[in-house]
Each structure stands twice: as structure tokens, then as C-alpha cells.
């Protein structure tokens, strides 16, 4: 790259670098400065008013798990859709042929998950 292509991004690592700066001494000066007055109620895992109860790591099905990943993953599928039918018009067949290929991969996924019953609810 042309030195003056690298100067062109010089104001945004500036504002990083800033933004980095203000979290660093934001984080360094709360710890520093703030209280330190540690009590057997501030140190409770929530300070509610709601007593807990039991143990927060309790075991739950893997399959709320399982459908929350699967959701996600279609659900990039659509947004990856989105711009295709922005630009319909403009990527002609070779994009229709594209996003066949791409709808017809994630199908595949689909059925595979149907087959392997990882939705099937017992």
C-alpha cells in the first residue's frame, strides 16, 4: 500500500486507540478509587431481596442447548439471504444459481438434522 492509503486510516486507529485508553483507565480508576467495603450481603450472588435457592448449576437438557445453536445457524442463513434479494436484479442467473446452491446446502444440513432427530422432543 501507497503511504498516503496507510494515512487515510490513521484517524481510525486513533479512535481506537482512545477508546482502548478510556476503558483501561475507566477500569484502573474504578478499582483503585471505589469502595472496598466487602460484607457477607455484598457478596451474595444477587442482592434482590429474593433469598437463593439451591445450587445455580443445576443440569438441564441438552437439547434447549442443541435447538438454541440450530436456530442460529438458520438464522444466519437468512440474513445471508437478505442481500441477495436486495440485489435480485443485478447479479442475474449467476446469483439465482448461487443462491440455489447455497439454499440447497443448507437444506441438506436441515434434512440431515431431521434424520439424526435432533429436534424430536421425547
Given amino acids: 500500500m501507497e503511504q498516503s492509503s496507510l494515512l487515510q486510516y490513521a484517524p481510525i486507529a486513533l479512535m481506537f486507540l482512545l477508546a482502548a485508553g478510556f476503558v483501561g483507565t475507566t477500569m484502573v480508576a474504578t478499582h483503585l478509587l471505589g469502595p472496598k467495603r ?9 442482592e ?5 435457592q439451591g445450587n445455580a448449576r443445576v443440569p ?3 437439547k434447549y442447548f442443541l435447538v438454541a445453536i440450530l436456530f442460529v445457524l438458520f438464522d444466519v442463513e437468512v440474513i445471508f439471504m437478505y442481500p441477495w434479494a436486495v440485489n435480485f ?8 444459481v448461487e ?7 443448507m437444506l441438506l444440513g436441515f434434512f440431515y438434522i431431521i434424520k439424526k432427530g435432533a429436534l424430536r422432543w421425547e
Fill in 38 to 46: 466487602k460484607t457477607s450481603i455484598k457478596l451474595e450472588s444477587f
Fill in 48 to 52: 434482590c431481596g429474593i433469598e437463593a
Fill in 60 to 62: 438441564f437438557n441438552i
Fill in 89 to 96: 436484479r443485478e447479479l442475474g442467473v449467476t446469483g439465482f
Fill in 99 to 105: 443462491m440455489i446452491l447455497f439454499i440447497s446446502t
